[in-house]
C-alpha cells in the first residue's frame, strides 16, 4: 500500500490537496470509509488547518462528505454516476480536443506533450498507479488549458477526479495500462498532424472505460 508522506511545514492547503489525491488514487483512503482531519494531518507533519481546508475542498467537487463529529466520508460512485460523467466528459472533452487538432499551440509544444506520453510508459511498465495518474492529469487538462478556457478545465479536471481513483486502478487490473498509454500518443500523433477526425474517434475510445459494466474497488495492499 502507498505510505502515507509528511509534508514540509510551509506546505499551503494546495499540496495537502495534491497528496491526498495521490493517496485516494493509490487505494489508500478508501471510497465508504470515513477518515479524521486531524489523524492526516498527524501523518503528513502538518496542522490541521490546511488539511481540513483540503478535504472541505474534495467535499465541494462531490468526492467527499462530511460525517459530523468524526471527519470526512469518500464518497463511493455508483454505475449510473459513471455513466453520467461518461456523457459530460463526452460532451466537453471530445469537442475540446477537436478544436486543437493541428493546432500551433499544440505544435509548439510537442516535445512538453511527447515526453509527457513518454511518462505513461515508464509508469505503466512498471505498474506505478500514481505516476500514470499525474501522468494523465498533466496530459488532458495541459492540452485544455491551451484553450484558454479556466471553468471548461476546472470542470472537467473535477469530473476526472470524480473517477480516476477507480478508472486508473481498474485499467491495472485488466491490464490495460500500456494499451492506454498508447492510446495517449496516438492521440498527440493526430493532433499534431491536424486529424480532427481521428482525433474524434481516438477520444471516444479512450473514455470507453467509463462505461464497463463492472468495475474493481481500489485496494491496493
Do not use: C
Not at 117 to 130: N, P, Q, R, T, Y
Request: aromatic share 6%.
Amino acid at each position: 500500500m502507498v505510505e502515507m508522506r509528511r509534508i514540509p511545514p510551509t506546505t499551503l492547503r494546495e499540496e495537502a490537496l495534491a497528496e491526498i489525491r495521490r493517496l485516494l488514487v493509490a487505494g489508500t483512503l478508501k471510497p465508504g470509509q470515513v477518515y479524521s482531519a486531524s489523524a492526516i494531518a498527524g501523518q503528513f507533519g502538518v496542522s490541521h488547518g490546511p488539511v481540513r481546508e483540503a478535504m472541505l475542498t474534495l467535499v465541494n467537487e462531490g468526492i467527499m462528505e462530511v460525517v459530523r463529529k468524526q471527519g470526512f466520508r469518500v464518497l463511493e460512485i455508483s454505475e449510473k454516476d459513471r455513466h453520467n460523467i461518461a456523457d459530460l466528459r463526452t460532451m466537453l472533452e471530445v469537442p475540446s480536443m477537436v478544436k486543437l487538432a493541428g493546432s500551433p499551440l499544440v505544435l509548439a509544444r510537442e516535445a512538453e506533450f511527447s515526453a509527457i506520453v513518454d511518462k505513461f510508459f515508464v509508469a505503466a511498465e512498471a505498474g506505478d498507479l500514481i505516476e500514470f495518474f499525474a501522468a494523465d492529469h498533466e496530459f488532458h487538462l495541459g492540452l485544455l488549458r491551451l484553450l484558454d478556457n479556466p471553468r471548461l478545465t476546472d470542470f472537467v479536471g473535477t469530473l476526472r477526479d470524480h473517477t480516476r481513483q477507480y478508472g486508473i486502478y481498474e485499467l491495472a487490473v485488466r491490464g490495460e495500462l500500456i494499451a492506454t498509454a498508447q492510446e495517449h500518443r496516438d492521440i498527440l500523433d493526430a493532433l499534431l498532424s491536424g486529424d480532427a477526425a481521428a482525433v474524434e474517434q481516438l477520444m471516444l475510445a479512450h473514455l470507453r472505460y467509463l462505461r464497463w459494466k463492472e468495475w474493481s474497488s481500489p485496494d491496493l495492499r
